[in-house]
């Protein structure tokens, strides 16, 4: 039993890390997803306000 809790301990804080690592750059390109497409929305909005042509008409 000593020798596979010693396995454990030896990995766990290699995974916990690396779980935590994973969890924070997910969140940051999901925001960065997200962030990209509302300035996209408020620009065409922009646009369409002024009635100048669509970004991807340029």
Known sequence: MNYWEAI???IAPTLIVSALF???IRSAVRADRTERK????IEAEERAKRGMPAASER
Do not use: G, I, P, R
Request: no cysteine; proline share 0%; aromatic share 40%.
């Open 8 to 10: 454990v301990w030896s």
């Open 22 to 24: 994973f969890f924070v």
């Open 38 to 41: 509302v300035y996209a929305k």
